[in-house]
């Protein structure tokens, strides 16, 4: 049972992500009074300049110290900078309590905030798949989180 449960929790995330695009036109097309100007600035507020990369890095810890995580869907928390190095914020993961899908959801956080580069240990499928879909990299690494953020700032 439990099998089933999670494949159709899979299935459910992929129609959500697949119909995510028909809702936004279909809402276009319901407010005919927009006009194109208006539509094409909200596109671009949701979207980063290109150069406005930010960097996620999966950590056991708060600190910079912070080993990064093995299983990047289940770290506790995840290091956001800019491409330059520096520290946008520190998100707490709030999947953790959970049993199935927490990479995922975590994946749809990230790019919410607008993440395109996604450093960790490692990814599940479903996590790399929802990675894929939002156009986000991912980099597998060992180390603290330190390490990472110096090679940005290189």
Not at 2 to 18: A, C, D, G, N, Q
Not at 81 to 103: H, M, R, S, W
């Amino acid at each position: 049972m439990k099998r089933f449960i999670t494949l159709s929790s899979s299935v459910l995330l992929l129609l959500l992500f697949s119909t995510a695009g028909f809702s936004q036109e279909s809402q276009q097309t319901q407010q005919p009074q927009q006009t194109q100007q208006t539509q094409q600035t909200q596109q671009t507020q949701e979207q980063p300049a290109p150069g406005d990369d930010r960097f996620a890095i999966a950590a056991e810890g708060k600190e910079v110290s912070a080993t990064i995580t093995n299983l990047t869907g289940r770290a506790p928390y995840f290091h956001v900078y800019d491409i330059k190095g520096n520290a946008i914020e520190v998100l707490e993961n709030p999947y953790l309590q959970q049993e199935i899908n927490i990479g995922p959801q975590m994946a749809v956080l990230l790019s919410d905030k607008a993440v395109t580069v996604l450093v960790g240990g490692m990814a599940g499928p479903k996590m790399k798949d929802v990675l894929d879909a939002r156009g986000i990299r991912f980099v597998i690494r060992k180390g603290v989180v330190q390490d990472v953020v110096d090679e940005l700032r290189e």
